[in-house]
T-cell receptor, first 113, second 113 residues
């Protein structure tokens, strides 16, 4: 079945550091890919998405490119802020069947001032 | 516009009991999905409702059941609670079947003792 693998944390960075969170997937067909963020005590918020190969999703300084050849969707940000401290989830939605999202296990990021 | 609201926010139940969790979808959204998020894990798809009909189900036993009402709000019912049912239960709504964006609620934290 479909699955998502993320690099595991937790990760602690200093403010203004560069962030990369690796995400690879296994799926049949051509899934859509997503990054969600979960702040403490809150639900999931959609951070960015890409629906086809070579698409780049971007939002709030975060970027991720849909790489079909490497089945990856790595999340990057050039300069993190304390407010970026959260848990980040990579997810996919495959075509056909139910509209379910398949999530990775998540990675907790802490950014120190 | 209001977002997705879930109630209650926290709940403690005894093994063997039954529980009902509630979700009010975002205005204009007619599709509701439920996810279970165990501690330190990514959310797992339970099932989805579209226009009051179940539209896909994950690998959860029949003691997990749901309803969607004409106003598109939804309930998740779990019978014969087990200790492993302790988790954060998330509700997500979207405007229409096949739409990629989901709005998540803050979840209900269920503890089974």
């Amino acid at each position: 079945g479909d699955s998502v693998t993320q690099m595991e944390g937790p990760v602690t960075l200093s403010e203004e550091a560069f962030l990369t969170i690796n995400c690879t997937y296994t799926a049949t067909g051509y899934p859509s890919l997503f990054w969600y963020v979960q702040y403490p005590g809150e639900g999931l918020q959609l951070l960015l998405k890409a629906t086809k190969a070579d698409d780049k999703g971007s939002n709030k300084g975060f970027e991720a490119t849909y790489r079909k050849e490497t089945t990856s969707f790595h999340l990057e940000k050039g300069s993190v802020q304390v407010s970026d401290s959260a848990v980040y989830f990579c997810a996919l939605r495959n075509q056909g069947g139910s509209e379910k999202l398949v999530f990775g296990k998540g990675m907790k990021l802490t950014v120190n001032p | 516009e209001t977002g997705v609201t879930q109630s209650p926010t926290h709940l403690i139940k005894t093994r063997g009991q039954q529980v009902t969790l509630r979700c009010s979808s975002q205005s204009g959204h007619n599709t509701v999905s439920w996810y279970q998020q165990a501690l330190g894990q990514g959310p797992q798809f339970i099932f989805q409702y579209y226009r009051e009909e179940e539209n896909g189900r994950g690998n959860f036993p029949p003691r997990f059941s749901g309803l969607q009402f004409p106003n598109y709000s939804s309930e998740l019912n779990v019978n014969a609670l087990e200790l492993d049912d302790s988790a954060l239960y998330l509700c997500a709504s979207s405007p229409q079947e096949g739409y990629y964006g989901y709005t998540f609620g803050s979840g209900t934290r269920l503890t089974v003792v």
